[in-house]
């Protein structure tokens, strides 16, 4: 289904609706099967809780274990009906955009050798994610993961000097194996599950900045809008050997603009050095941003020979920000598309579609806090990932109820909640629940228990997944008291 649709009722809230993102589970043994949905259905009612709370007994708590350690059962298998579930939803929409990004996953073990952990750097142990989310072009709403692959790596790194990373940095064809082509490799992916049955434009952030992947995407006629990081070399003109110089030089020529203001959302100092300089903190701010576009060639790197072209002629758009508040830093992206720019409604179509980036982080919030995924009891490398792919859609799940105010607001809410839910909202919360409830007005009743006010704004990921988390538990006590009373 698209979340833009309403053409039918779709239950998306609670275990229920989670239990069915894994319905075609394909393990090794039926029963496998039923633990997993089972699990899935405990862990969507309270998707922050750890394992020993969630399960009833000891003898379920070693069911979770056992599943999670069995050498039959791989986190593929178990993330696949939720994949082919979101291409599901995918196929019924107009576009979607496929969101490409990569998250470490930090974990801090007595021995993280036994535990199959991996090297984010020296002193730090974990592993790499990279995931691709689809997302409906038109409402912006997530549909769910369509691929997600994991990095190992097995030695510790000390960060490379700026010569050695041009010689061996994702932009240089040298070894096969290097972590750079998990960009291309998640593309073909994402591309071979829609089957071409949806148009699809691949949206990347700035580590997608390579003139091999700009050239491969190209050559294979794959619609994308990547933010650029490099000083290129660049040229306005339509021929591959002149007039080089600096793009920022190129795109400050460009003519015919127009102004959009934009909501910045506020950024944290992190611990990481690096960090802090490629995304430094800042206030959340209304953010005056100008845009320019304009067609041009970027220039083969040196360290690059045949086949690569000497140019790749692309769209840039450039966004800016002006009368920037003192003390912030300014925002500027620049943005390479195969998109159209002829018009300002084309300009704007591409910078919005690079915007809809931030669900995946928002995405990876979810995994990481909302679902205390760095806090699981998992002490393997198997365990890790498998319990790593059991979170994913309930992630998912918690980032939709928030997609389903903002792309389906007026609907009515027994499209997306049971009758039940409606009945126990009602009942818990504080202020009235109006009658004839609206998705919108659900979720802010939802998002209100877990601390929201409505005087603050649109209610965040965060209070809606607690105030999800209460109701949802609301309800099984609710249902619990109904099977006693019936019984009596």
């Known amino acids: ?54 399960a009833r007994s000891d003898s379920e708590l070693e069911a979770f274990y056992r599943l999670f350690n069995n050498p039959r059962v791989t986190h593929e298998a178990i993330l696949n009906p939720h994949i082919r579930a979101t291409c599901d939803r995918a196929w019924t929409c107009d576009e979607v955009l496929a969101l490409h990004d990569t998250t470490q996953f930090e974990f801090k073990r007595p021995d993280p050798d036994a535990a199959g952990l991996g090297y984010l750097n020296a002193n730090r142990r974990g ?25 190992f790596r097995e030695k510790a790194t000390k960060p490379s000097s700026v010569k050695s990373r041009k010689m061996s940095g994702h932009d240089c064809a040298k070894q096969a194996d290097r972590e750079s082509l998990r960009w291309p490799r998640m593309v073909e992916q994402v591309e071979a599950r829609l089957d071409g049955r949806v148009p699809v434009v691949h949206v990347m952030d700035r580590e997608g900045d390579s003139f091999t992947l700009l050239h491969d995407l190209m050559r294979k006629e794959h619609r994308f809008v990547i933010r650029l990081s490099k000083e290129r070399k660049a040229s306005s003109t339509d021929e591959a050997d002149g007039g080089w110089e600096p793009l920022s030089q190129v795109l400050a020529r460009l003519d015919g603009s127009t102004e959009r203001e934009v909501p910045l959302s506020r950024r944290k100092t992190r611990s990481a050095p690096r960090s802090n300089k490629t995304h430094p903190a800042r206030k959340g701010r209304i953010a005056r941003l100008r845009f320019t576009a304009g067609s041009v060639q970027l220039c083969r790197p040196k360290y690059l020979k045949a086949p690569y072209p000497k140019s790749l002629q692309v769209n840039v758009v450039r966004v800016y920000e002006i009368d ?25 179509a591409v910078v919005d579609k690079y915007r809809a980036r931030w669900a995946i982080e928002e995405f990876f919030k979810a995994l990481k806090t909302g679902c205390a995924y760095k806090d699981r009891g998992a002490e393997n490398r198997r365990s890790l990932l498998n319990v790593l792919a059991l979170l994913v859609p309930i992630a998912w799940q918690i980032l939709s109820v928030r997609d389903l105010a903002r792309s389906n607001p007026t609907q009515p809410a027994t499209l997306v909640m049971s009758e039940r839910q409606i009945a126990v909202l009602r ?62």
């Open 1 to 54: 289904m698209a979340m833009s649709s309403t053409k039918k009722s779709t239950k998306v809230l609670g275990p229920s609706a989670i239990q069915d993102e894994f319905q075609a589970a394909d393990l090794p043994d039926k029963r496998l099967n039923r633990r997993l949905g089972a699990m899935a259905r405990s862990v969507g009612q309270e998707p922050g809780q750890s394992f020993p709370r969630l």
């Open 127 to 151: 592993f790499l994610g990279h995931f691709s989310m689809l997302a409906d072009s038109t409402s912006g709403a997530t549909l769910g993961i369509s691929g997600m692959e994991v990095l």
């Open 324 to 348: 920037t508040p003192d003390g912030e830093e300014p925002v500027e992206w620049r943005l390479v598309t195969t998109d159209p720019i002829e018009t300002e409604s084309d300009v704007i």
């Open 427 to 488: 009942a818990i919360s504080k202020t009235p629940v109006p009658d004839n409830l609206t998705i919108e007005e659900a979720m802010y009743s939802i998002a209100a228990q877990g601390g929201h006010l409505k005087r603050n704004g649109p209610p965040g990921w965060q209070t809606l997944a607690k105030g999800l988390e209460l109701l949802l538990s609301a309800e099984m006590g609710w249902a619990a008291a109904m099977e006693v009373k019936e019984k009596a």
